[in-house]
Nanobody, 116 residues
Framework: QVHLRESGGGSVQAGGSLRLSCAAS????????VGWYRQAPGKEREEVARAPARGSPVYADSVKGRFTISRSNADQMLYLQMNNLKPEDTAVYYC??????????WGQGTQVTVSS
């Protein structure tokens, strides 16, 4: 069974930074696509960034140049470095693991709040 656990959320002022972490328990981690999604109140969940098993990361236009996704296959960890945060980045952030059997797995989410 796949387990994902996010950490690193919190409250920060606009312009600040946060680093989210996601610990995975999945032996196929290195073969899986990983990503971060977020959901703001009253809005649908949206993709923030994803890192394929092979290839370059992909970012939503709204976070390009500010957020960086990275992964450690050896440690089965996923990270999201968020810089120059804006109030519109406020949301619950979810770690996602898309395994080779084409199943999406989700963490429980971590709250990020950016005040102006």
């Amino acid at each position: 069974q796949v387990h994902l656990r996010e950490s690193g959320g919190g409250s920060v002022q606009a312009g600040g930074s946060l680093r989210l972490s996601c610990a995975a328990s999945e032996r196929r981690f290195s073969f899986s696509e990983v990503g971060w999604y977020r959901q703001a109140p009253g809005k649908e969940r949206e993709e923030v960034a994803r890192a394929p098993a092979r290839g370059s990361p992909v970012y939503a236009d709204s976070v390009k140049g500010r957020f960086t996704i990275s992964r450690s296959n050896a440690d089965q960890m996923l990270y999201l470095q968020m810089n120059n945060l804006k109030p519109e980045d406020t949301a619950v952030y979810y770690c996602n693991l898309y395994t080779v059997d084409r199943i999406h797995h989700w963490g429980q989410g971590t709250q990020v709040t950016v005040s102006s």
